[in-house]
């Protein structure tokens, strides 16, 4: 067994693997989320949901504890998972709502010395009616100006959003928003349809997509699934591995090619994140699938050695 530790160190310094994780999935507790790091055995983390608010809209003294929390237990927040520009955002909606959160955002990752931001571009309109891509790109390159002006790193997730309709939505980001990186979501392409292929859209296929995207990819998400039965149908959420998002392959080709980011969990296997009311919601649930997860993926990554 200390061989295989000592084996898969040695493996983590060559390609400087660094494991990160949305902790919120474990806790929306503050102290639970820090356990769920540690226990882990990591030093970092994926900072979105803390108590019931992300974490550039909490209350500055709540804020200001998290921060501190963070610097008293070495956890480095290496990233900050937005809601600037996501899913639930309508392009319709006031510009000056996302700036808002842009404004917040900044001094408190700067406070963190946090180098990289998770956005999106605004929610996906049904497929056929205007999707107003014009507009997307003004307000994103304002979005990433804005960042990039105080050092910060802006980079668009393949989400339910515009950018996530097929890589070649996503490079058209990239050609479109001056400075905009990219993260990756293994299992976001599992369940969407590939926008860029005449009827019937096929759902995507997460290497491909991977394929086509991965130089301009800074920072990788992990979430594994089952194709849906249908549209608009919820995926069965898995163990890293055990679904059709090709994990494996994509790490294992990531890692050939030198890569170099974090390696962000992001489990959604014990309950979907977007889960509305937090009553019907096992923590305890949670918090053991999310170490579970966590440690298979550093098993997954060590056979891929």
Known sequence: MAAKESSFNFFLMQHTVQFTGFADEASRELEKQIEATQALGWSAISARMIGGQNIHDLPEAEFEHAANRFDETGIKVVEFGSLIANWGKKISGDFDATLAEVARAIPRMQRLGTKLIRIMSYAQEP????????????????????????????????????????????????????????????????????????????WQDPMKFWQAVR??????????????????????????GEGDAKVAEILSDALSRGYSGYIAIEPHVATVFHEKDPERVNWQQCYDSYIEYGQRMARMVAQLA
């Open 215 to 240: 130089e301009h990819v800074v920072h990788i998400h992990i979430k594994d699934c089952r194709n849906p039965l249908a549209d608009g149908v919820e995926p069965e959420y898995t163990m890293p």
């Open 127 to 202: 497929w056929g009616e205007d999707q107003h891509d014009a507009e997307r790109f003004r307000r994103l390159r304002e979005i990433v100006r804005r960042f990039e002006d105080a050092g910060i790193v802006a980079a668009h997730e393949n989400c339910m959003n515009w950018g996530g309709f097929s890589s070649d939505h996503s490079l058209r980001l990239i050609d479109e928003v001056p400075g905009l990186k990219l993260i990756f979501d293994t299992g976001n392409p599992v369940f969407q349809r590939d926008r860029s292929k005449p009827d019937p859209q096929p």
